[in-house]
């Protein structure tokens, strides 16, 4: 089992960045597949970005070309950058882990449902 803590929302006008962390602790602190999602009000959540132990990356057409993600194996620790920054971003951001090595792949990777350890979430406001 893994543990996941987010940290590093926070808020910001819009046109700005953020960059968020996640560090694993645990028993299992190198999860195959590692994803950020996020939870506007009233919103289903939806994947951002994600991202499997060997550097294959899938991010969300609705955040492409804004947001990139990088890990580091050595520390446990998952990287999203947001750049220009949307109001329509804000939302609660999740990171999560999973280790079906078959659900880690393409598009796949921005599925919840096979993420089994998730963290509880830090907000990320954008303002106008």
């Known amino acids: 089992e893994v543990q996941l803590v987010e940290s590093g929302g926070g808020s910001v006008q819009a046109g700005g960045s953020l960059r968020l962390s996640c560090a694993a602790s645990?028993?299992?602190?190198?999860?195959?597949?590692m994803g950020w999602f996020r939870q506007a009000p009233g919103k289903e959540r939806e994947g951002v970005a994600a991202r499997d132990k060997y550097g294959f990356i899938s991010v969300a057409d609705s955040v492409k070309d804004r947001f990139s993600i990088s890990r580091d194996n050595t520390n446990n620790t998952m990287y999203p950058q947001m750049d220009s920054l949307k109001v329509e971003d804000t939302a609660v951001y999740y990171c999560?882990?999973?280790?079906?090595?078959?659900?880690?792949?393409?598009?796949?990777?921005?599925?919840?449902?096979?993420?089994?350890?998730w963290g509880r979430g830090t907000q990320v406001t954008v303002s106008s």
């Open positions: 645990g028993n299992n602190v190198s999860p195959y597949c």
């Open positions: 999560a882990a999973h280790d079906e090595r078959a659900m880690c792949l393409g598009s796949r990777r921005l599925d919840t449902t096979p993420y089994t350890s």
